[in-house]
């Protein structure tokens, strides 16, 4: 069962850092890309930055430049390091992971969500 664990969310003040993780339990599946999204009540949920399986990064304009994105392979981890955090970053977080069965289409499995919260 692939059921992504979030964790790391605090509250922080403008321009400090934080580093988020996602990691999900079992090991016996593939993931390919994984990616963090972000939500604020009553807003739509946003994507963030993801990772393919082969390593390749991408990132919202938005936080391009601040944030970075990692992976463990071998555990199945995705990781959000956040710099430079603005108050426009407080969101909850949410990780992504997708999962590559073969002769299946590839599923999404999303955490719980993790809260950011960046004030002074």
């Known amino acids: 069962q692939v059921q992504p664990v979030e964790s790391g969310g605090d509250l922080v003040q403008p321009g400090g850092s934080l580093k988020l993780s996602c990691t999900t339990s079992?090991?016996?599946?593939?993931?390919?890309?994984m990616g963090w999204y972000r939500q604020n009540t009553g807003m739509q949920r946003e994507w963030v930055a993801s990772?393919?399986?082969?390593?390749?990064?991408n990132y919202a304009d938005s936080v391009k430049g601040r944030f970075t994105i990692s992976r463990d392979n071998a555990k199945n981890m995705v990781y959000l390091e956040m710099n430079n955090l603005k108050p426009e970053d407080t969101a909850t977080y949410y990780c992504?992971?997708?999962?590559?069965?073969?002769?299946?289409?590839?599923?999404?499995?999303w955490g719980q969500g993790t809260q950011v919260t960046v004030s002074s």
């Open positions: 992504k992971l997708v999962r590559i069965s073969l002769g299946r289409p590839p599923r999404d499995y």
């Open positions: 079992g090991s016996d599946f593939r993931i390919g890309a």
């Open positions: 990772t393919t399986s082969g390593g390749a990064t």
